[in-house]
Antibody, heavy 119, light 111 residues
Framework: EVQLVESGGGLVKPGSSLKLSCVAS????????MHWIRQAPKKGLEWIAL????????YYADSVKGRFTISRDNSKNTLYLEMNSLRSEDTAMYYC????????????WGQGTLVTVSS | DVVMTQTPVSLSVSLGGQVSISCRSS???????????LSWYLQKPGQSPQLLIY???NRFSGISDRFSGSGSGTDFTLKISRVEPDDLGVYYC????????FGGGTKLELK
């Protein structure tokens, strides 16, 4: 069974940094691209980053480009999201997600970790 | 960027009834490889989203045949028949043809 467990969220001040983690199990982590998706309170879903299985390619939404960095450690089955220069509009639940093979659809989601940016 | 527009924003339904949700993309979702990567998700209160439909009309594992997806190009529809209490929540369409974007969501409530 695929499991994704995020951690690292919390309350931080504007301009600060935070690093999220997502531990994966139930599949061969090193064979799959992984994503981060966020959801601001009472708002819709926003895809923010993708990393290829071997870290060879990384893609970001314009809203986080230059401030957020996606990375992974295949030896630890762990996905990361390093967030710098945080803004109030980054306040959201952050999900890691895996697609269903060949469909570009998010079939597996973690439970999310909440990031609150407030002074 | 591909913009996904869902209508309506909210929908009221009686148990056992049928509803349709529309999703329109700002560009064709036909990929260079001929596939159309349009998906539908349901987010129940307090839960992470779950995948219902992938590639326009394919039900994900364990999804009831009461859910059906259709459409092509830029216009897509999700139909839910014989609505049950467990179907209530917010429905999102999403595209994977050009990066990834989601629609704004449609909240399904009981009448």
């Amino acid at each position: 069974e695929v499991q994704l467990v995020e951690s690292g969220g919390g309350l931080v001040k504007p301009g600060s940094s935070l690093k999220l983690s997502c531990v994966a199990s139930g599949f061969t982590f090193s064979s799959y691209g992984m994503h981060w998706i966020r959801q601001a309170p009472k708002k819709g879903l926003e895809w923010i980053a993708l990393i290829y299985y071997d870290s060879s390619n990384k893609y970001y939404a314009d809203s986080v480009k230059g401030r957020f960095t996606i990375s992974r450690d295949n030896s630890k089955n762990t996905l990361y999201l390093e967030m710098n220069s945080l803004r109030s509009e980054d306040t959201a639940m952050y999900y890691c997600a895996k697609t269903y093979d060949g469909t570009y659809s998010f079939a597996y989601w973690g439970q999310g970790t909440l990031v609150t940016v407030s002074s | 960027d591909v913009v996904m527009t869902q209508t309506p924003v909210s929908l009221s339904v009686s148990l056992g009834g049928q509803v349709s949700i529309s999703c329109r993309s700002s560009q064709s979702l036909v990929h260079n490889n001929g596939n159309t990567y349009l998906s539908w998700y349901l987010q129940k209160p307090g839960q992470s989203p779950q995948l219902l439909i992938y590639k326009v009309s394919n039900r994900f594992s364990g999804i009831s045949d009461r859910f059906s997806g259709s459409g092509s190009g830029t216009d897509f529809t999700l139909k839910i028949s014989r609505v049950e209490p467990d179907d209530l929540g917010v429905y999102y369409c999403g595209q994977g043809t050009q990066y990834r974007t989601f629609g704004g969501g449609t909240k399904l409530e009981l009448k």
